[in-house]
């Protein structure tokens, strides 16, 4: 659903399941490492402000806007086309960060051989209210 700098990127099986992307070589900072794309979605939110999400995926959207009772994202075209910077982790120390809704940048100088993450939270990626995976019994998405 994304382009992603395969220059920058390979993804990975992670121990204990599931997939990541990493840095293939030391990325520097405020290097373009992937740029979000999809087809763009219009789904309804409902009285109770529950998003509507029929047949999307919730967990891949990307929130773009709110207007009045419609939520505006992008999907991915097909499943098939989850791949790259689609696979990156939620940190809440990430080292990556996500400019404009859709570029997503290094933090910081990220050295080869290191996952790289993005804060979901500061992208409205997935659906609000879900508890986070860090040690932080507090830390909600």
């Known amino acids: 659903m994304s382009w992603t700098n395969l220059d920058f990127v390979q993804i990975r ?10 840095s ?9 490492i992937a740029v979000f794309d ?9 009285p109770d402000g529950r998003v509507d999400y029929g047949t999307e995926d919730p967990h891949m959207l990307i ?3 709110v207007e009045g009772n419609q939520l505006y994202a992008l999907a991915p075209i097909t499943p098939d086309d989850v791949a790259g910077v689609d696979l990156m982790n939620h940190s809440c120390a990430p080292n990556c960060y996500v400019e404009r809704t859709l570029v997503v940048r290094a933090k910081a100088d990220i050295p080869e051989d290191v996952e790289l993450t993005w804060d979901y939270r500061d ?7 879900i508890r986070c995976w ?8």
Do not use: N, T, Y
């Open 24 to 32: 293939r070589k030391r990325i520097p900072k405020d290097a373009v």
């Open 123 to 129: 992208s409205d990626l997935i659906p609000q209210g």
């Open 63 to 65: 929130h773009l806007a």
């Open 134 to 141: 860090c040690d932080d019994p507090k830390c909600v998405l």
């Open 13 to 22: 099986e992670l121990p204990g399941g599931g997939r990541g992307a990493f």
């Open 38 to 46: 999809g087809r763009a979605v219009r789904l309804p939110i409902l």
